[in-house]
């Protein structure tokens, strides 16, 4: 069998299957802010709604999502019309995905990722997920 024939027959990842992805995700970003390993549980806040917005993308396009991580690209791509409030907290959660992903300075982060600041963003990104789960 050739490869552009496999290719073709190839199975893509089902919304839903995002869907419960971006739930673990979820899952464990709260395990990282319970052990206090704030700036990783920012990271999967950021990855959780990336692959609630990649099963978005898959259920429109029916093919694999693009293997980035920009939320604003995803949001554009998929022409979904977020309302206001979640647009700001999207703004900041892609802003904050590669400081996360690849710190300059470990320490810097450390002091700006405190308990409070980090549960904010977490029930922030408990409602946007919920909200992208009832439009999927």
Not at 43 to 66: R, V
Request: glycine residues 2%.
């Amino acid at each position: 069998m050739n490869i552009k024939k496999k290719m073709a027959e190839k199975k893509f990842k089902p919304p839903e299957e995002w869907v419960k992805q971006a739930e673990y995700d979820l899952e464990t970003a709260e395990a990282m802010f319970n052990s206090e390993r704030y700036i990783y549980a920012v990271f999967m806040y950021h990855l959780s709604i990336e692959k609630a917005l990649k099963g978005f993308y898959e259920k429109k396009f029916k093919k694999d999502p693009l293997k980035l991580h920009d939320l604003a690209y995803l949001i554009h791509k998929i022409e979904l019309n977020l309302p206001h409030q979640y647009k700001d907290f999207l703004k900041i959660l892609n802003e904050l995905s590669v400081p996360t992903r690849y710190p300059n300075e470990i320490g810097k982060l450390l002091k700006e990722y405190k308990k409070e600041k980090t549960e904010s963003l977490l029930t922030q990104t408990k409602e946007l997920l919920k909200w992208l789960k009832e439009k999927l």
